[in-house]
């Protein structure tokens, strides 16, 4: 299946299902970027944005083993990669962000958001992230780690990889890192910046390297 053109994924469809002329791009770019806003678009933008968003879905699913339930948002300026036995579960509401890098195993519950430039890799026990959580853009997710024995080089030793776990309604705040093997509990705020190295419990705010509760939510 040929590849879309990333400057131009919609089909030919009528004028009037089109954004105006000159805007059209720069409506792609918006959505891109800001994606969230897939759900408010007026009902001709809408129709036209379905149209874009089917074409590209369509060949996602057709080259990689990205499975989707639902209506869902996926930049095609992401870069999402699931060879077999690594695959990539999307379902219905959630989005994907320009620039973000997905490797699966990965599991994304119901409205997920993951903003741009964010760099998720299941590594080999894979992650889940559930329901209506909020990955701020930049953020990493990497769910495997080099060993590094003194015996021999590091590039020859392989992984480990434990998994990751976000429970629901979690929000990670911009440029946060998760490492491997951490399960964040339903509820928790990650602080901006934040490195993620042990587990997180429920209802917790947490921030800082290494990240440490600093409060309850109310």
């Given at each position: 299946?040929?590849?879309?053109?990333n400057?131009?994924q919609?089909?030919?469809?009528?004028?009037?299902?089109?954004?105006?002329?000159?805007?059209?791009?720069?409506?792609?770019?918006?959505?891109?970027?800001?994606?969230?806003?897939?759900?408010?678009?007026?009902?001709?933008?809408?129709?036209?944005?379905?149209?874009?968003?089917?074409?590209?879905?369509?060949?996602?699913?057709?080259?990689?083993?990205?499975?989707?339930?639902?209506?869902?948002?996926?930049?095609?300026?992401?870069?999402?990669?699931?060879?077999?036995?690594?695959?990539?579960?999307i379902?219905?509401?959630?989005?994907?962000?320009?620039?973000?890098?997905?490797?699966?195993?990965?599991?994304i519950?119901?409205?997920?958001?993951?903003?741009h430039?964010?760099?998720?890799?299941?590594?080999?026990?894979?992650?889940?992230?559930?329901?209506e959580?909020?990955?701020?853009?930049?953020?990493?997710?990497?769910?495997?780690?080099?060993?590094?024995?003194?015996?021999?080089?590091?590039?020859?030793q392989g992984?480990?990889?434990?998994?990751?776990?976000?429970?629901?309604?979690?929000?990670?705040?911009?440029?946060?890192?998760?490492?491997d093997?951490?399960?964040?509990?339903d509820?928790?705020?990650?602080?901006?910046?934040s490195?993620?190295?042990?587990?997180?419990?429920?209802?917790?705010?947490?921030?800082?390297?290494?990240?440490?509760?600093?409060?309850?939510?109310?």
């Open positions: 299946m040929t590849r879309p053109d400057a131009s919609n089909p030919e469809l009528p004028a009037a299902a089109h954004p105006q002329g000159k805007y059209e791009a720069q409506q792609k770019q918006r959505l891109n970027y800001m994606p969230w806003l897939y759900w408010s678009l007026k009902p001709k933008l809408k129709a036209w944005a379905q149209a874009w968003q089917a074409q590209w879905q369509a060949y996602l699913t057709d080259m990689e083993t990205v499975h989707i339930e639902g209506e869902v948002f996926i930049s095609p300026e992401a870069q999402l990669f699931a060879e077999p036995g690594r695959a990539i579960h379902r219905d509401g959630s989005f994907i962000g320009a620039n973000a890098v997905l490797h699966g195993p990965i599991d519950g119901r409205k997920v958001g993951i903003n430039h964010c760099q998720i890799d299941g590594g080999k026990k894979g992650i889940v992230i559930g329901d959580c909020r990955i701020a853009a930049y953020c990493s997710l990497i769910a495997f780690n080099h060993r590094y024995d003194m015996a021999m080089p590091i590039s020859e992984i480990n990889s434990k998994g990751i776990t976000l429970g629901k309604d979690i929000w990670l705040g911009t440029h946060t890192a998760v490492v093997g951490v399960t964040i509990g509820k928790a705020v990650v602080g901006m910046r490195v993620v190295t042990k587990d997180i419990a429920a209802n917790t705010v947490a921030a800082g390297n290494p990240a440490k509760s600093i409060k309850q939510r109310p």
